[in-house]
């Protein structure tokens, strides 16, 4: 089971999360409980992360049990909460990541959205949601491995370093990071990527170069799943 986050918004968590879902064996599905940016449909708010994630889960889950808190404008999600009069809370995270089966599949894979410490509103912050969580899956015997994604553009480093210390910090295994180009044009690729070798202290998983209208077959391609299982 495995909470993925990014080292900032538009990292590539989704690319990275549905690639692993399409390579993951038995039964699958992933969840995006916070979304904004969903386009308005006759069936309601949809986002486009959490199709994506549904399209590579063998476990059929109704919209609403992926993607239970949804927003139409793509701004950060506790503001758009706060516009609408909707209270997110840790608490509440907690509840609805809950309702999905989580604890019955071979692979579940939970997606936030932008990175480590996204604000819910008020002192509510979704990685203490995800301390909370594992908490309580750890009272079962679970554990809730974290994979980061990091976004290969200038300042990664740092973003990087930053988010590996709070993961840690909340007292949360990283299960391991994906270097993901977001940035085509980035300069001194390879060098970056060897310092950010030397400097994350959980396994490094994979590089995903910079891809054109990327999907999780391309992705998949430069994924080693049995780095991540074993």
Same mark, same amino acid.
């Not at 080292?7 to 549905?18: E, F, P």
């Not at 599949?105 to 002192?123: H, K, M, N, R, T």
């Not at 200038?154 to 990087?160: E, W």
């Not at 590996?164 to 295994?173: C, K, M, N, T, V």
């Given at each position: ?8 918004? &538009? ?21 995006? !409980?916070? +979304?904004?940016?969903? $386009?308005?449909?006759?069936? %309601?708010?949809? /986002?486009? &992360?959490?199709?994506?994630?549904? $399209?590579? *889960? ?18 950060? !999600?506790?503001? +758009?909460?706060?516009? @609408?009069?909707? +209270? ?6 907690? $509840?609805?990541? /809950? ?21 819910? %509103?008020?002192? @509510?912050?979704?990685?203490? +949601? =995800? ?5 309580? #899956? ?5 554990? #809730?491995?974290? =994979? ?9 480093? /740092? ?12 007292? #949360?295994?990283?299960? %391991? ?31 995903? !170069? ?5 999907? *999780?077959?391309?992705?998949? @391609? ?9």
């Amino acid at each position: 089971m495995y909470f993925v986050t990014g080292t900032d918004t &538009d990292s590539g968590k989704t690319l990275v999360s549905s690639a692993l879902l399409s390579l993951a064996k038995g039964s699958k599905f992933g969840l995006k !409980p916070i +979304a904004s940016g969903c $386009e308005v449909t006759s069936e %309601g708010l949809r /986002n486009a &992360d959490a199709l994506a994630l549904m $399209e590579q *889960a063998n476990v059929e889950l109704d919209y609403h049990t992926v993607n239970p808190i949804a927003f139409e404008p793509a701004i950060a !999600p506790h503001i +758009a909460a706060a516009n @609408q009069g909707v +209270a997110l809370t840790e608490q509440r995270v907690v $509840e609805l990541i /809950n309702q999905a089966p989580i604890k019955d599949v071979d692979f579940a894979l939970i997606e936030g959205a932008g990175g480590w410490l996204l604000p819910l %509103g008020g002192d @509510q912050l979704m990685s203490r +949601a =995800i301390k909370q969580l594992n908490q309580g #899956l750890s009272r079962d015997g679970e554990i #809730l491995g974290v =994979i980061l994604v990091v976004g290969m553009k200038l300042g990664c480093l /740092n973003h990087a370093l930053l988010t590996q210390q709070a993961i840690e910090a909340d007292g #949360l295994e990283i299960a %391991g990071w994906f270097a993901n180009q977001v940035d085509g044009e980035m300069s001194e690729i390879e060098a970056n990527l060897a310092s950010l070798k030397t400097l994350m202290t959980s396994p490094f998983l994979g590089y995903i !170069p910079h891809l054109d209208n990327a999907n *999780a077959e391309q992705a998949s @391609q430069f994924i080693d799943i049995e780095k991540l299982t074993t």
